[in-house]
C-alpha cells in the first residue's frame, strides 16, 4: 500500500477502532525503525534518554490509575527511561500512579527523578519529603532527587542554612539518593547563586523554550545553560512548548514538533515534556526518535518568530505570573 507511518496509523484505527487494542500500540510494527537517543547526564555518567517522560499531568484527571499505568510502561517500552514527578504533584496523585506503574521489574528500566516539595527548605521537612516520595513511588532508591521551585530570592540561602543540602547528602550516604540537583522557572539569577555556592550539583533543570531567548537578563538559555555545560552538570530542558496555558506554538506560528527541535539544538541531556494523552506520546517519540536538532541558523529563525511576542507576559507565565507556582511555596511566601 506504499502508506507511511501516520498513514498507517490512520488506517489502523479505522480497522481496530471497535477492539480493545489501542491505536498507538500499533507503532511497535515501526519501533525496529527508530531507537530512542540516549545521553549522558553530565559528569555523573548515567545514561538516560533524551526524551523525558513529565510526571505531573500522569496525575490529573484525564488519567485513570489504571491508563497512568498503561501511559508509562508504553513510554518505557519504548525506550523512555527518564521519569519526572515531585512530591507535589496532583497532591502526590502523580508520584502515587507512577509507583503503580514502577511495581515490580518495571522499576529497572527507569531512571527516576523527582523532586523536594517542603519550602520550608528544613532538614526535617526535606527527609519527610523524600520518604513520603519513596513510598508513594514503592522504591528504596532515587536516581535523581532535586529541590524543587528555586523560585524565591530566599531560596538559596535558605537550602544550605536550614539543612536542606544536609539532608540530601545524608540521603545520598544512606543509599536512598544517588544525584542531587534543583529545578526553577523565575529567574536565572536564582539558578546562579546556588551554582556559585561551593557545592558538586550534579543535575540543574532550566526553561529551554523558543520565548526564553528574548529577555537575557531573564534568559536560562543565555545565562544558566553556558555555565551548566562549562562545568558539565546534567541539564534537564524543561517548558520546551512554553508552558501548556500560553499557547506559545500557536501563537508564533512554529509547530510543538519544532519546540521539541528547538530543544534538543542546546544539547541537553534531557528534553522533558508533560503530555497527556498517548497522540501527545508517539507524536514526541517520533520527533525525539527521527528528527534532527535544530542547527544555530534555524534557532534563530524560529525565535525571530516569537520576537514580536517578547514582551507579553503570558507568553511565559511561568516566568511572569503565579499560576505555575505551588500551592505550598506561594503560602509560605504570602503569594495568593
Known sequence: MGLNRRDFLKYAAGLLGTTLLPVGRVADLFAAAATMPMRTLGRTGAKVSWLGLGGFNVGIDSFTDETAVDFIHYALDHGVTFLDNSREYVNGRAEDRMGKALQGTWRDKAFLMTKNCAHDRSYAGSMRSLEESLRALRTDHLDLWMFHEINYADDPAALFDRGGIQAALDARAQGKV?????????????????????????????????????????????????????????????????????????????????????????????????MESMAQLEENLETIMTARPMTPAEQRKVVAKGAKFAHEPRMEIYKNTPDYDSALGKELHGIR
Open 178 to 274: 544517588r544525584f542531587i540537583g534543583f529545578s526553577g522557572h523565575k529567574d536565572p539569577e536564582l539558578h546562579l547563586e546556588l551554582l556559585r555556592r561551593p557545592f558538586p550539583w550534579d543535575a540543574v533543570m532550566i526553561p529551554l523554550g523558543i520565548m526564553d531567548w528574548h529577555d537575557e537578563k531573564r534568559s536560562f538559555t543565555r545565562r544558566v545553560l553556558p555555565v551548566l555545560k562549562g562545568r558539565n552538570i546534567g541539564i534537564i530542558g524543561f517548558k520546551t512548548q512554553g508552558g501548556f496555558l500560553s499557547g506559545v506554538p500557536e501563537k508564533i506560528g512554529v509547530s510543538h514538533r519544532d519546540c521539541i527541535r528547538y530543544a534538543m539544538g542546546h544539547n541537553p541531556s534531557v528534553v522533558l515534556v508533560g
